[in-house]
């Protein structure tokens, strides 16, 4: 039964295994290349060509792998059709082997599970590079930077190849330009420093070292409000107001002063982007944002930099040069934080580039955090025919980021504490609260540093602690000489003195030892909980979920009867339920109660609302925990949820579905034989 929420926050999770049904039904296409299926529960699958063996990768591949083959056919569509947003929009046609006429690949994409769509989706964004997403991760994904871009050559005249480029300049038609652009700083009253930043990379001192200036009005401070609007609220107890920005003044710092304007989180303006970044989300795990950048001809807007996030540069319209360089050292390899911005000098200092290259309309750069970058707007290549109504006096690309603050640095940040304090406040064991050995100050430390190598230590202490190894040594050697003890009168008590120190250390180091590994234990038991903490706070991260229309069709939200699914909205004991999208709520236990943590009511800006957890019933328990991991082509029976009676389970579904979170269908009438509310 959901319960008033009380605040707690300690979970963990793990109650029964699910049972399921699937909807019987079994269609299949078949052509000459590729073997397309849909199993029973509606999921697409490809097998292998007659005759031939699929290769085996070498990543284990669970059950919701899809078949390289049916990848291939797929990525061939662009994101907007992936994403089913122009359904009227011609369909696309394959120029290698696989006959696209005999196997559609419009009609296969709607039957797809959402995360095989979002695979799909990765896919086609890759799709030029000619690399799997299952070679994208184990290659590139975090390690190295991916080229995709069109790389046929136009030397020889032919109308295939021009007609292939103009399929690949459109790719991504429709997300974004620069007249959505000026609509959507009308219409949204974007602000300068908050929505969109006005920046130029140039030498505006004169002393021949370029840098970034950026122009955007600097916010006034005004007297607080008891409610403010999307302000920041500064130490002083002001609020800061930033200047909305006029679209003339805008444009004509892009026209006339060569500056690049960078808009700050599209998506929460543009419904195709925010599609586009929630899909991602399901496929990478972890948030997903964005950010655009227009800049003129011949002009840079920004200084060399890395980045603390993993990017997809899409690039939109225009030309823009990209030069990237390796990260420096380990140091600054995956770095948890943005680098500040690198001199021309420093630049030099890089040596070669690792990528040298134009992106054009329809081209992908993929980076991992930490390779330094800079971009340029340029003319067109020449060896690039001219297409008529393809804009070449400005670089627009939309940047897709990820794995932000997500890193096992990240996790431990959340387990270590919680795990400390748990082995401190035990009751099995009293050793993390005991006292300090006395006096231990007196040889543990860095000037009393006996360590074989004392590399990383300042200069002064590496003399102190090489003289009294000498002295020691001297003192071992002179032990048993009465001319030397002569020469060296204190060499016994030196050397008495460096034992003893050096046995306390080891004795220190000892019992630190023993008390970190009982600490490491503790981690290792609260793991889940520790996966819980990050899973909710993803929640609290990630976008609301812009929900497909298939999946939409059977929320709450519909008036649609599609598949029985019923208009008064209420759950009967033979209804099929699902959780709409795979891992959009998590399940922990707190304080004894069941609870459910969502993302269904989160906002297109940051943070702006709080997590409106659901709260049940500990015995709840299973049977939420049931209806949170039966996930798409599955479905599950609300009579077949782990519970006492019948009511309960009707009304725990009941919940979730009117919270927005089930989707539901029915195959028969609804069994009226039990009635609830």
């Not at 073997?35 to 292998?48: N, P």
């Not at 630190?512 to 903490?533: G, H, P, T, Y």
Request: charged share 30%; net charge negative; proline share 5%.
């Amino acid at each position: 039964m959901k319960l008033p929420m009380d605040d707690s926050d300690d979970g963990s999770g793990g109650f029964a295994a699910q049972e399921v049904v699937a909807v019987k039904g079994t269609k299949s296409k078949k052509k000459k290349k590729v073997s397309v299926q849909k199993d029973d529960g509606g999921s697409v699958s490809a097998a292998a060509p007659d005759g031939e063996e699929k290769e085996t990768n070498e990543r284990t591949e669970d059950a919701n792998e899809m078949p390289e083959e049916l990848e291939e056919l797929l990525s061939t569509l662009t994101p907007k059709q992936i994403l089913m947003l122009d359904e009227d929009e011609e369909k696309p046609s394959s120029d290698g082997e696989m006959n696209c006429s005999e196997v559609d690949p419009l009609q296969i994409i709607g039957d797809l599970t959402t995360q095989s769509r979002a695979k799909v989706l990765l896919s086609s964004i890759i799709n030029p590079s000619s690399v799997t997403t299952s070679e994208f991760y184990n290659e590139h994904w975090g390690k190295k930077p991916l080229i995709a871009a069109f790389e046929e050559s136009f030397e020889e005249k032919d109308d295939t190849i021009l007609q292939q480029y103009r399929r690949h300049l459109v790719r991504f038609d429709g997300f974004l330009n620069r007249v959505i652009i000026d609509e959507m700083i009308r219409k949204n009253k974007l602000r300068y420093g908050l929505d969109l930043n006005i920046t130029r990379y140039t030498d505006s001192m004169g002393n021949g070292m370029k840098h970034r200036i950026t122009l955007d009005p600097p916010p006034k401070q005004v007297k607080k409000k008891k409610s403010t609007d999307g302000g920041a609220t500064d130490t002083a107890g002001k609020d800061l107001e930033y200047e909305v920005a006029n679209p003339k003044d805008v444009w004509s710092n892009v026209d006339s002063s060569q500056c690049t304007v960078r808009l700050l989180r599209p998506h929460e303006h543009n419904e195709r982007i925010h599609t586009m970044l929630s899909l991602l989300e399901s496929e990478f795990g972890c948030m997903v944002g964005s950010n655009a950048y227009l800049t003129p001809l011949n002009s840079q807007g920004f200084a060399p930099h890395y980045d603390d996030v993993d990017v997809f540069i899409l690039q939109l319209e225009g030309f823009k040069r990209w030069r990237v360089y390796a990260p420096f050292n380990k140091a600054e390899t995956l770095p948890r934080t943005s680098s500040s911005d690198y001199t021309e000098k420093e630049v030099e200092e890089m040596g070669e580039e690792e990528v040298d290259m134009v992106l054009g309309p329809g081209d992908v750069l993929y980076l991992p955090r930490g390779w330094i970058h800079q971009a340029e707007t340029v003319a067109r290549p020449q060896h690039i025919p001219k297409i008529p109504g393809v804009k070449d006096d400005h670089s627009l690309h939309l940047t897709v980021s990820a794995m932000q603050n997500w890193s096992w640095a990240d996790f431990l940040e959340l387990l270590i504490p919680e795990a400390l304090e748990g082995a401190a406040s035990s009751d099995k064991s009293i050793s993390l609260r005991e006292g300090l050995p006395v006096n231990f100050l007196s040889y543990m430390g860095t000037m009393h540093s006996q360590e074989e190598d004392a590399s990383n230590l300042p200069e002064g202490l590496r003399q102190v602690i090489a003289a009294q190894k000498a002295n020691a040594d001297n003192s071992a050697d002179a032990s048993g000489d009465d001319e030397s003890k002569e020469e060296n009168p204190v060499s016994d008590d030196a050397l008495a003195a460096m034992i003893s120190k050096q046995q306390k250390q080891n004795m220190f180091k000892e019992e630190a030892r023993k008390r970190i590994m009982r600490v490491c234990k503790q981690a290792m038991s609260m793991l889940d909980d520790a996966c819980d903490q990050i899973g909710v706070r993803f929640l609290s991260d990630r976008l609301p979920p812009a929900l497909l229309k298939p999946e939409a069709l059977l929320t709450k939200e519909s008036s649609t009867t599609l598949l029985q699914h019923d208009a008064t909205k209420k759950i009967w004991p033979n209804t099929l339920c699902r959780l709409v999208r795979p891992n959009i709520a998590r399940l922990v236990i707190e304080d004894a109660k069941a609870v459910i943590y969502h993302c269904l009511d989160n906002s297109l800006i940051f943070h702006e609302n709080p997590l409106s957890p659901m709260e049940f019933e500990v015995d709840d328990a299973p049977a939420l925990e049931q209806l949170l991991t039966t996930v798409e082509p599955h479905w599950i029976m609300v009579k077949d949820l782990i519970h006492g009676d019948v009511e309960d389970k009707m009304e725990i579904a009941q919940a979730l579905y009117d919270e927005g979170l089930l989707a539901t269908m029915l195959m028969d009438n609804p069994d009226r034989s039990v009635q609830t509310g």
